[in-house]
């Protein structure tokens, strides 16, 4: 190993103490909010006649003690700068995102602190941290949740031709407040056996009465399923998606529920024949040795693909750098570094998600699924779309 590298472990390890004890720069709002609020209850029980001036002072100790806090954090988050560090909000998994972040730290020296969590619960703690987040950049699946983001005023411009040359246009944010990282494709899987493939033309399709109790679908709360519909009332109109939807349900063969894995595993078992599922998910099960026998049964076919068609619809997942970031630059470099053709590569052969930078290889699992043709349709105007889909689909009781 050589200095650098132990240099740099030496660094992250006091940085790792010191944020641990700063609980990421928000321990000390907590501190500070708690001694003032006690500070001014101790105020008003000595006008009172409370226990004297003594305990004035000691309240006032606290808080001024807080204040000393938030200078001591403050310098000694300065006082690394020079290495360079990076916080990152994710609503992946840790598994889906540490990987790349180290070889990330790796290559470039920048330090990153990872917390995980939901994109809702990531989104309130932004919202409540403000201007005192230590978030430089936020990730999250699915454009409805980045859009959401920049509505909120959580995120902001982003200005990089790096980005914009490499990233087509339909995958960022008009005003480029975001930008996908990787995209999934929504495609139907069906089982060899009871399913002729010329059945099978494109996801209106699937409301006609010969897939009745032969469908599965997983929950309104996929976003993947909230990105379609959010995308088909765009191209067909809220009317007409509205019947599509409910038609859709009736073919359903059960409840709405599970993960593209459980849709998956149904199909082969025969509970239904034809399933609406995400291409990593069904790319996961290959690689799987568990799952590999399961697979064999069932085949995957591109909806949307006609002339007239606008082609299968895709799923994102993207960044964008927190209004507040301290580290900007650093984030920055992050987003570049998260769309080289290193980067990307390791997308399609370890969470078998396609590139979104155009020519960009795929993994030998991605390629056995064939060419395509994608929707272009632009993924700010899903995100803007995605409450109106939320509320069709609760309406015709998708659940």
Partial sequence: MMFKDLKLIKIRNKL?????KAKDLNWHIVFLHKSFKRFKLKQKSIKKGGDGLSTTKIRLTLFLSG?????SLLTAQNSYAEVGIINVYSAQKEALIRPLLERFEKQTGIIFFLVTGTANGLLKRLEIEGDMTAADIFIADGANKLQEAKVAGLLRAIHNPILEKRIPANLHDKDKFWF???QRAHVLVYAKDRVKREEISSYEN??????KKRLCVSSATNISNQSLVASMIVENGEKT?????????????TPQKGDDINQLKAVAAG????ALVNTNSLGEMI????????????AIFWPNQGLKEPGVYINISGAGITKYARHARAAQRLLEFLITNESQKWYSETNNEYPVVPRSPVSATLKSFGNFKVDKLSQTIVGENNKKAVKLMKRIGWK
């Avoid at 690689?287 to 069932?298: A, P, V």
């Fill in 16 to 20: 790792q103490n010191f944020y641990s």
């Fill in 67 to 71: 204040l000393i806090v938030i200078t």
């Fill in 180 to 182: 996908a990282i990787s």
């Fill in 206 to 211: 699937l409301a006609d009465p010969k897939w």
């Fill in 241 to 253: 998606t509205e019947e599509w939807t409910k038609k859709l349900l009736k073919n359903s063969v």
């Fill in 271 to 274: 509970t239904c024949d034809i």
């Fill in 287 to 298: 690689k799987s040795k568990e799952s590999n026998e399961i697979t064999k049964k069932l």
